[in-house]
């Protein structure tokens, strides 16, 4: 069968960005051979919100194996990881990837988005809207309504994928805009329920979106106290599983706060009421609602309410509510065990989705601030061994009970550990008790190749508009350099795809 031809303009365009993207990599670092990848394919950044990691020995010879066929996760084969990815979307990919790879246009753009030039209507803040648009808003959004949120669901199933929907909207500080906010979030859930079965593996929720961050703060702050002291009587407090381990950082909370006024009371029962109404519209769908982390000066109220939300709501062996564990964290592990062993004695199944973290920077300046040590692990070989921990007890948790688990992550070597360990306990190909995730517009070629060993995969979906959207952007790019660049694997390969397809047309 003669080989398809692209259309002369597409033709020019892929011919130049290949031979530009390979000079590029040949003038800046050696280019790794046919049969090996680099070093940095295997610590890529890190999940769904995560900080890229430094380069490290131990996994190069791990990347070695995933090349060949014989592997459980094969990136031998370019062709058939991308086969489902249309020439004109793995170019912009692509394209996208190496333009978020130059760290002095992020910078630049950082500066300027987060300048007084863009608080105001001109000519710079239109062009920049557009310039992000078209860039890095395309690549790493689903689109800026839900309806065009569902068109990017719908084609990223076709790929044989699924989309973890996000309204990406949070810390707001007022009672009106958490109100607009749980309108947004329940029209993402009826969406959902219109698309394709099974295409949304579930709906992300921020808790800074539907209750003001200050009253989180509050709360967490009586929350902590009561940890120190455990006679401290909180008459609001509901059932919960464990907040706290003893290694948990208390430090934010250093003198003893002040109750709860009555109108705080009363937003924080609306606070709860709005979690409610979207865990009840989740069920309704029977859709998962997943609650993401957020920085550990709010995480203790965040958790209290994710976890009275599951008790409430994850019935019948289906867990509805997900809460969060970010293995960066040196209290990660233990919160972990504490919150499952609480819910397996209340006979309540519990979904968690592990990432590894995404507020190093933040997290590391309070603690030193306050002249305390950070919460965060010292070194990236430990929270290496803390997320990998954390993932293989989950899936002994999973392959025992009604538990559930979504293991987030760009680490090949983890995504590699846990579908063995996965098969190793005899859990089912497609089960949905395990789900593989990665943000959208990164690490493809994990998620291919952990889809075509028959794993469910998402891909973490934000939308919204490009205006809301933006801090989403900055936050990730400003907390962590190199998120908005993506693995060396991807991109190689995907060169390679580009180049085998360009010869495909030419001869």
Same mark, same amino acid.
């Given at each position: 069968?003669?080989?398809?031809?692209?259309?002369?303009?597409?033709?020019?365009?892929?011919?130049?960005?290949?031979?530009?993207?390979?000079?590029?990599?040949?003038?800046?670092?050696?280019?790794?051979?046919?049969?090996?990848?680099?070093?940095?394919?295997?610590?890529?950044?890190?999940?769904?919100?995560?900080?890229?990691?430094?380069?490290?020995?131990?996994?190069?010879?791990?990347?070695?194996?995933?090349?060949?066929?014989?592997?459980?996760?094969?990136?031998?084969?370019?062709?058939?990881?991308?086969?489902?990815?249309?020439?004109?979307?793995?170019?912009?990919?692509?394209?996208?990837?190496?333009?978020?790879?130059?760290?002095?246009?992020?910078?630049?753009?950082?500066?300027?988005?987060?300048?007084?030039?863009?608080?105001?209507?001109?000519?710079?803040?239109?062009?920049?809207?557009?310039?992000?648009?078209?860039?890095?808003?395309?690549?790493?959004?689903?689109?800026?309504?839900?309806?065009?949120?569902?068109?990017?669901?719908?084609?990223?199933?076709?790929?044989?994928?699924?989309?973890?929907?996000?309204?990406?909207?949070?810390?707001?500080?007022?009672?009106?805009?958490?109100?607009?906010?749980?309108?947004?979030?329940?029209?993402?859930?009826?969406?959902?329920?219109?698309?394709?079965?099974?295409?949304?593996?579930?709906?992300?929720?921020?808790?800074?979106?539907?209750?003001?961050?200050?009253?989180?703060?509050?709360?967490?702050?009586?929350?902590?106290?009561?940890?120190?002291?455990?006679?401290?009587?909180?008459?609001? $407090?509901?059932?919960?599983?464990?907040?706290? &381990?003893?290694? %948990?950082? !208390?430090?934010?909370? @250093?003198?003893?706060?002040? =109750?709860?006024?009555?109108?705080?009371?009363?937003?924080?029962?609306?606070?709860?009421?709005?979690?409610?109404?979207?865990?009840?519209?989740?069920?309704?769908?029977?859709?998962?609602?997943?609650?993401?982390?957020?920085?550990?000066?709010?995480?203790?109220?965040?958790?209290?309410?994710?976890?009275?939300?599951?008790?409430?709501?994850?019935?019948?062996?289906?867990?509805?509510?997900?809460?969060?564990?970010?293995?960066?964290?040196?209290?990660?592990?233990?919160?972990?065990?504490?919150?499952?062993?609480?819910?397996?004695?209340?006979?309540?199944?519990?979904?968690? $989705?592990?990432?590894?973290?995404?507020?190093? &920077?933040?997290? %590391?300046? !309070?603690?030193?601030? @306050?002249?305390?040590?950070? =919460?965060?692990?010292?070194?990236?070989?430990?929270?290496?061994?803390?997320?990998?921990?954390?993932?293989?007890?989950?899936?002994?948790?999973?392959?025992?009970?009604?538990?559930?688990?979504?293991?987030?992550?760009?680490?090949?070597?983890?995504?590699?550990?846990?579908?063995?360990?996965?098969?190793?306990?005899?859990?089912?190909?497609?089960?949905?008790?395990?789900?593989?995730?990665?943000?959208?517009?990164?690490?493809?070629?994990?998620?291919?190749?952990?889809?075509?060993?028959?794993?469910?995969?998402?891909?973490?979906?934000?939308?919204?508009?490009?205006?809301?959207?933006?801090?989403?952007?900055?936050?990730?790019?400003?907390?962590?350099?190199?998120?908005?660049?993506?693995?060396?694997?991807?991109?190689?390969?995907?060169?390679?795809?580009?180049?085998?397809?360009?010869?495909?047309?030419?001869?």
């Amino acid at each position: 069968m003669a080989p398809k031809l692209l259309p002369p303009k597409q033709l020019q365009n892929l011919r130049f960005f290949i031979t530009r993207s390979l000079h590029t990599s040949s003038s800046s670092s050696p280019s790794p051979s046919s049969s090996s990848i680099s070093t940095a394919a295997a610590v890529s950044p890190l999940n769904l919100a995560e900080k890229p990691e430094p380069a490290f020995q131990k996994p190069l010879t791990a990347i070695k194996d995933h090349a060949k066929p014989s592997s459980i996760l094969d990136f031998h084969d370019h062709q058939k990881l991308f086969s489902n990815l249309p020439s004109t979307k793995l170019l912009h990919a692509s394209l996208n990837i190496y333009l978020a790879s130059i760290s002095p246009m992020v910078d630049f753009g950082m500066w300027v988005m987060n300048s007084r030039l863009m608080e105001t209507d001109n000519i710079l803040r239109a062009a920049m809207i557009k310039i992000v648009r078209h860039t890095f808003f395309e690549h790493f959004c689903a689109g800026e309504d839900v309806v065009e949120a569902g068109r990017c669901i719908k084609k990223v199933n076709e790929s044989g994928l699924r989309g973890m929907l996000v309204f990406a909207v949070e810390y707001t500080g007022d009672n009106d805009a958490c109100d607009q906010n749980l309108k947004g979030f329940l029209d993402t859930v009826q969406s959902a329920m219109s698309l394709p079965p099974s295409s949304v593996s579930s709906v992300v929720v921020k808790i800074t979106a539907i209750c003001p961050s200050s009253l989180l703060e509050r709360v967490s702050d009586l929350l902590r106290w009561q940890q120190r002291y455990p006679s401290f009587n909180l008459p609001w $407090k509901q059932n919960s599983f464990p907040l706290f &381990s003893d290694s %948990s950082p !208390l430090y934010h909370t @250093l003198k003893k706060p002040e =109750p709860l006024t009555p109108q705080e009371e009363q937003d924080l029962q609306l606070g709860q009421e709005r979690l409610w109404k979207l865990c009840e519209k989740s069920v309704q769908a029977n859709i998962p609602l997943t609650v993401d982390a957020e920085k550990t000066a709010i995480q203790p109220a965040i958790d209290y309410l994710t976890y009275s939300a599951a008790i409430k709501y994850n019935k019948d062996d289906n867990p509805i509510v997900y809460g969060t564990i970010q293995a960066y964290l040196k209290d990660a592990k233990e919160r972990l065990l504490l919150a499952t062993k609480a819910a397996d004695k209340m006979r309540v199944p519990m979904g968690f $989705k592990v990432v590894r973290g995404a507020y190093m &920077s933040s997290e %590391s300046k !309070l603690a030193s601030a @306050l002249g305390y040590d950070s =919460p965060i692990h010292n070194s990236i070989q430990e929270t290496h061994a803390c997320y990998n921990d954390c993932a293989s007890f989950m899936l002994e948790k999973i392959a025992n009970s009604s538990d559930a688990v979504i293991l987030a992550t760009h680490n090949v070597e983890s995504g590699r550990l846990a579908a063995t360990k996965a098969l190793d306990l005899g859990i089912g190909k497609g089960t949905p008790k395990l789900e593989f995730a990665q943000l959208y517009g990164m690490s493809d070629a994990l998620s291919f190749g952990l889809s075509k060993a028959g794993f469910l995969v998402s891909k973490y979906m934000p939308y919204g508009p490009v205006e809301k959207v933006i801090p989403y952007l900055l936050r990730r790019a400003e907390e962590n350099r190199g998120l908005l660049s993506t693995s060396s694997i991807d991109k190689e390969l995907m060169r390679k795809e580009l180049k085998r397809r360009l010869k495909a047309a030419i001869f």
